[in-house]
């Protein structure tokens, strides 16, 4: 890549001028006109050197190597010393053929020897229906996973199901009181019990498989049936929404696995060695405070019973012993109090500082013609996922809750998603797409040829299109390094907004592929390259979002407007 050898070069003569800084940053700059490149090196080492910047650049802008050695066609000197590089046409459209030879891997970065990372996500309760939380959870997690896995990490996924504590108990006995109710017996529900219609659906189900049988119930066994029941009934409505929403997990681990192999003695066990437990008001505690905590935490209650603190470092222990030393969990801001006491849990037990990392997202409300919309077709109690999938779709869904950075409040305007033209960042990102694929299509579909002539698209505009291809694995690293999968859903629209520029551009009159369709052969060799670079990275960038890429749209296949019609 061009800024490699800019990068390189750039050393090269910062050493021979005595200076060595520890890395050389470049970015775009905002305005074309500037060039491809630009570096404020010289301004980081002026109280280095002991001179101005200007006079610093100026120096580095003389001595620096132009041509085919770096693809640079000139260097300049701009304000108090920035350097702005500008590429040789060569240099900006081998990109073109760089995408076409790589294809689907371009974007994509070699697996590499690190250790695993671990991203566990969604977690829900199995005491429900999936709602919108969860829905936003399960796209930012699937895309951080993608993100990394681009980035060159081993990745796997996972869901800890909280199948065991006070949580499955209620539901146990919500499913029990609305199926003596089913059988007209009068049994109020728990007070902080579960209302929503699924569980009286459940309910009902149980009294068809079983019938009157545990209306009478001294032993407790038919309250543990229904348990088991509800669980696995809730656990079925969640997979199916999962897979509808297109997520998938390496594995399901279960929370009652950490009592039944002995998880949570063993924890205790450690920490008790730690010197850093002990008991107050007839409960356990751990002195977490000696980590940061804002106070202790209690590890163990005065009844026996363990805390959801407790479980929860000896969950993590077991990722950390399974080999992920780097551990990613993506939650909801409601979680934010519990991040300092596993940190603290897990270092009184050896591990490292800031282990788990966290990515923790806030609430989304859904609003239609500005108001806001509260209430579940399904469940009656509050808005599930599969109401808003249903509602939009798959992708739109996706899309919409990875567009926002996860720290802030998402609202999702039903209008704005249900919008099929180009105002919605979605479909004008996936016409762009359908768009070029018509256009090879009317080509006669033969591949795009990397060894055209691709030196004939020096128009700016060109140039700027290709450079903007051309930062997709950038992108990819960025997006990754700051697990924030919305600077990806960004960049994919503004390149759909530049592919779509560049068609309308060179083409006034509007007309099927009349952009790339010219008569000149090598001048249609050389757009047909491009517009094959665009398929490919316009399908990589959806793909790394879990998003389709549709070769075909029924505004795509219009006479008069290919991929927008």
């Given at each position: ?100 030879e790589e294809d689907a891997d371009f974007g994509r970065q070699a697996v590499s020897d690190e250790a695993p ?273 249903d509602e939009v779709g798959r992708d739109v869904t996706r899309y919409f809750f990875l567009m926002r950075k ?160």
């Amino acid at each position: 890549m061009p800024q490699e050898q800019i990068r390189s070069s750039l050393s090269v003569i910062l050493e021979e001028m005595g200076a060595s800084p520890p890395s050389i940053h470049l970015e775009r700059p905002k305005d074309p006109d500037h060039g491809e490149w630009a570096s404020n090196v010289a301004m980081t080492l002026a109280s280095t050197l002991r001179r101005s910047p200007r006079q610093i650049a100026e120096e580095i802008a003389a001595a620096f190597p132009t041509g085919a050695q770096t693809g640079v066609a000139s260097v300049e000197v701009a304000g108090p010393g920035f350097l702005n590089f500008r590429l040789s046409t060569d240099a900006v459209t081998r990109t073109v053929a760089t995408i076409l030879e790589e294809d689907a891997d371009f974007g994509r970065q070699a697996v590499s020897d690190e250790a695993p990372v671990l991203v566990e996500f969604v977690s829900a309760n199995p005491t429900g229906l999936l709602h919108l939380g969860h829905g936003r959870q399960a796209a930012l997690g699937d895309a951080l996973a993608s993100l990394l896995e681009w980035a060159g990490n081993r990745v796997s996924r996972e869901f800890y199901y909280n199948d065991a504590g006070r949580q499955i108990e209620r539901l146990a006995l919500s499913v029990q009181a609305r199926y003596h109710q089913h059988f007209g017996r009068e049994m109020p529900l728990p007070e902080d019990g579960y209302r929503g219609r699924i569980v009286s659906e459940i309910a009902a189900e149980f009294a068809e498989a079983e019938g009157e049988r545990w209306l009478d119930d001294p032993e407790g066994a038919g309250l543990e049936r229904m348990r088991e029941f509800a669980v696995t009934r809730l656990r079925a409505e969640q997979d199916l929404d999962l897979n509808t929403f297109g997520v998938r997990f390496d594995r399901y681990f279960l929370e009652s696995s950490l009592y039944t192999e002995g998880r949570v003695e063993t924890t205790v066990e450690g920490l008790r060695e730690s010197g850093l437990v002990y008991e107050k008001d007839g409960a356990v505690w751990l002195r977490t405070t000696e980590f940061g905590d804002q106070k202790d935490r209690v590890m163990i209650k005065s009844d026996g019973s363990a805390t959801y603190f407790l479980p929860d470092v000896a969950y993590h222990v077991t990722k950390w012993e399974r080999g992920f030393h780097r551990a990613i969990n993506v939650q909801g801001s409601d979680h934010h109090g519990t991040v300092d006491r596993v940190r603290a849990g897990l270092r009184a037990l050896g591990l490292p500082e800031g282990y788990p990392e966290y990515v923790l997202h806030q609430m989304v409300t859904v609003e239609r013609g500005g108001e806001e919309v509260k209430f579940s077709k399904r469940d009656g109690d509050y808005l599930t996922l599969r109401d808003l999938v249903d509602e939009v779709g798959r992708d739109v869904t996706r899309y919409f809750f990875l567009m926002r950075k996860p720290e802030a409040h998402l609202v999702f305007d039903l209008d704005w998603a249900a919008d099929e033209s180009d105002k919605n960042p979605v479909y004008k990102a996936k016409y762009a797409h359908a768009r070029v694929c018509s256009i090879l299509r009317k080509a006669g579909g033969a591949a795009p040829d990397p060894d055209a002539s691709l030196e004939l698209l020096s128009s700016e505009i060109e140039r700027e299109l290709i450079q903007q291809l051309g930062s997709f694995p950038e992108l990819v690293e960025r997006a990754a390094a700051h697990r924030a999968p919305h600077l990806a859903c960004d960049w994919l629209e503004h390149t759909a907004g530049q592919v779509n520029a560049w068609y309308h551009h060179g083409n006034p009159a509007r007309n099927p592929g009349g952009a790339v369709l010219v008569d000149d052969p090598d001048l249609r060799a050389a757009r047909l390259a491009l517009t094959g670079a665009i398929r490919v990275v316009l399908r990589n960038a959806l793909t790394l979002l879990g998003l389709d890429a549709p070769e075909r749209m029924e505004r795509a296949e219009s006479d008069d407007e290919p991929g927008e019609g």
